[in-house]
């Protein structure tokens, strides 16, 4: 059976700090380029960051709006996938949902989210005073 599991949405005050995780199962993340998007309400779905598929030499790629905040990662014995996030702030709000398969990750896939093959099911980040 096919699952990608993803938790650690929450609501936080501005300036602090979630751990977003996807867990595979039923199919591995290794070899495939993977990334992290979000959409907040009335807005279109964005591409947060991407890294790519290489295990040996992976590259990463992030949003303007949340260099030096956000981190991706992978963890190939667990077959997951991580966010951290650091510094929140308000207009980080929105449903955030992990993918895998993607194509190429850069400036000119970081948006791509419909040539990706899985799926989250989505975690809502609520950043509020």
């Known amino acids: 059976q096919v699952q990608f599991v993803e938790s650690g949405g929450g609501l936080v005050q501005p300036g602090g700090s979630l751990t977003l995780s996807c867990t595979a199962s039923?199919?591995?993340?290794?070899?495939?380029?993977l990334g992290w998007f979000r959409q907040a309400p009335g807005k279109e779905r964005e591409g947060v960051s991407c890294?790519?598929?290489?295990?040996?030499?992976?590259?990463?790629y992030y949003r303007d709006s949340v260099k030096g905040r956000f981190t991706i990662s992978r963890d190939h014995a667990k077959n997951t996938m991580y966010l951290q996030i650091d510094s929140l702030k308000p207009e980080d709000t929105a449903v955030y949902y992990c993918?895998?398969?993607?194509?190429?990750?850069?400036?000119?896939?970081?948006?791509?989210?419909?040539?990706?093959?899985?799926w989250g099911q989505g975690t809502q980040v609520t950043v509020s005073s």
């Open positions: 890294i790519s598929s290489s295990s040996s030499d992976s590259y990463t």
């Open positions: 039923g199919f591995t993340l290794d070899n495939k380029a």
């Open positions: 993918a895998a398969g993607g194509p190429l990750c850069g400036i000119y896939y970081l948006d791509t989210w419909d040539s990706y093959d899985y």
